[in-house]
């Protein structure tokens, strides 16, 4: 799990750092710290969080291990597994 305000000083300096680790595929998901909520980094609703909130991981498993569930609107399939198994 990497959280957005330990990727640099600056707005611009995190943004920079995030573009490079998505391209080079280091993160592909995103996720709501304090709601443990992860889902797509073009999620409409995860587009809306605080800078602050934002954490970033490498594949499902790996927010899964973390404690996460899925996000409803950007994965609703993983969402209802997810719910199923409460």
């Known amino acids: 799990?990497?959280?957005q305000t330990t990727l640099g000083a600056t707005r611009f300096?995190?943004?920079r750092s995030l573009v490079?680790?998505?391209?080079t595929g280091a993160i592909?998901?995103?996720g709501n710290g304090p709601g443990k909520i992860y889902g797509r980094l073009n999620c409409r609703a995860g587009?809306?969080?605080k800078v602050q909130n934002r954490v970033f991981f490498q594949?499902?498993?790996?927010?899964?291990?973390?404690?996460?569930?899925?996000?409803?609107?950007c994965l609703?399939?993983?969402y209802k597994q997810w719910k199923a198994t409460l």
């Open 1 to 3: 799990m990497i959280r």
């Open 13 to 15: 300096t995190q943004l």
């Open 20 to 23: 490079k680790l998505m391209q």
């Open 28 to 30: 592909t998901l995103g």
């Open 47 to 49: 587009k809306r969080m």
């Open 59 to 73: 594949d499902e498993a790996q927010a899964i291990q973390s404690g996460f569930r899925p996000c409803a609107v």
């Open 76 to 78: 609703p399939a993983a």
